[in-house]
């Protein structure tokens, strides 16, 4: 169904905007890569292969795929509340101390089926808890959201940082992190998951954490869209006025959308502590918070927005990693560059080509009614 005259149907905001954004991105990472005498063709080609060309390259794609699910599903819950949340990568890391706190203490007494439910259950818990004191802090006190979980990262960083050394860490190891968790303490991996059914494939770090990224995806959606939780929500985030005279509270509503969403980042700890490194260690999180940010952007904060530009991410960073391998003038600064490019046109310069586009579609979809005038 066509759009009403003077109206952007939305497809145009949802997948045109976004594509060109990328689009652009590429154009100057092309132009870069060119300038260092690297054939822009090429890039793409090895970028590609690196990605998807083979069984341990999809493994590894959907594995960064994974935690950019997580943390951009954390950055859409919060904004459809009109709340920037920041904090992703400090909700992310203390998440995953949850994590790791609970399988250490219970991995020698429990099975894999009673530990994984608990691990979800303090991944959420710690990833709610870190979260909920920013947003009780704006709710009720007046702080901006956007600070408060920024200075919160560096507090989890720096808190992490103080139980590694001085709390968590295996007795004699000269390493900042914990004893190897037991058998029962581990996320299986992919290629194990699959070797029970007859299929071999390459080893990688892909566990059943995305599948766990799949279900909170499926969640979220119901959640926003179809409970009054979520309704509360997205009346908030469209006009706190109007949700204050229809009867909800925005304090309340603020408290609810930021600990969904640290929730939701603290299952990174599920995918990195529990299902890739099987211990506590420092920076496991890798910036996955951040990038999340620009996830939740290119995405229109929709679920199947979310998971089309995490796998976009995570093209970007198995396939990067590959193109510095295979190219010697590529180096790792480079494919960080490029990833910072999609960043910066997906998320600062999200909306820099929203008036031209829409004003081009106007002008051709006025020209379409006058043709069509003309010939009837």
Same mark, same amino acid.
């Given at each position: 169904m066509s759009a009403p005259a003077g109206t952007i149907p939305r497809w145009v905001d949802v997948a045109l905007i976004p594509l060109v954004n990328i689009a652009l991105a590429?154009?100057?990472? $092309?132009?870069?890569?060119?300038f260092i005498d690297v054939d822009p063709v090429f890039a793409v080609e090895v970028i590609l292969y690196g990605a998807? $060309?083979?069984?341990?390259a999809i493994g590894y794609t959907l594995y960064y795929t994974t935690n950019f699910v997580f943390t951009g599903l954390a950055v859409a819950v919060a904004f459809h509340a009109g709340l920037f949340n920041i904090g992703g990568e400090g909700q992310a890391y203390i998440g995953g101390l949850g994590v790791g706190l609970g399988i250490l203490a219970l991995d020698p007494y429990l099975p894999f089926f009673v530990l994984f439910p608990l691990a979800l259950l303090l991944a959420a818990a710690f990833g709610a808890a870190w979260a909920a004191i920013p947003a009780h802090?704006?709710?009720? @006190?007046?702080?901006?959201i956007v600070i408060t979980t920024i200075m919160f990262n560096f507090i989890a960083a720096a808190l992490m940082v103080y139980l590694m050394v001085n709390v968590l860490i295996q007795p004699g190891s000269m390493s900042p992190e914990s004893r190897e968790f037991a058998q029962s303490g581990q996320m299986p991996f992919m290629h194990e998951v699959l070797g029970w059914f007859g299929f071999q494939v390459g080893a990688s770090p892909l566990n059943l954490s995305v599948i766990w990224a799949a279900a909170c995806c499926v969640v979220v959606?119901?959640?926003?869209?179809?409970? @009054?939780?979520?309704?509360?929500?997205?009346?908030?985030?469209?006009?706190?006025?109007?949700?204050?005279?229809?009867?909800?509270?925005?304090?309340? *509503?603020?408290? &609810?959308?930021?600990?969904?969403?640290?929730?939701?980042? %603290?299952? *990174?700890?599920?995918?990195?502590?529990?299902?890739?490194?099987?211990?506590? &260690?420092?920076?496991?999180?890798? %910036?996955?918070g951040f990038t999340g940010i620009a996830v939740a952007l290119m995405g229109r904060n929709h679920p199947v927005g979310i998971v089309l530009a995490s796998l976009l991410f995570g093209l970007l960073y198995q396939g990067g990693?590959?193109?510095?391998?295979?190219?010697?003038?590529?180096?790792?600064?480079?494919?960080?560059?490029?990833?910072?490019?999609?960043? &910066?046109?997906? $998320?600062? &310069?999200?909306?820099?080509?929203? %008036?031209?586009?829409?004003?081009?579609?106007?002008?051709?979809? @006025?020209? %379409?009614?006058?043709a069509a005038a003309q010939e009837s």
């Open positions: 590429f154009l100057v990472s $092309g132009v870069i890569l060119w998807f $060309g083979y069984d341990v802090l704006q709710a009720y @006190r007046g702080s901006h959606w119901a959640f926003i869209w179809h409970t @009054r939780w979520g309704y509360a929500i997205r009346t908030v985030g469209a006009n706190e006025t109007a949700a204050v005279y229809a009867g909800i509270d925005p304090r309340k *509503v603020t408290m &609810l959308a930021m600990c969904v969403s640290g929730a939701l980042a %603290g299952f *990174v700890g599920i995918n990195e502590v529990m299902g890739v490194h099987h211990r506590l &260690l420092l920076n496991f999180t890798a %910036g996955y990693a590959e193109l510095a391998f295979e190219e010697p003038k590529v180096t790792r600064e480079m494919v960080v560059t490029i990833q910072g490019l999609v960043i &910066l046109f997906s $998320g600062a &310069l999200a909306f820099m080509m929203k %008036g031209p586009i829409e004003r081009l579609y106007l002008r051709v979809a @006025r020209a %379409g009614r006058r």
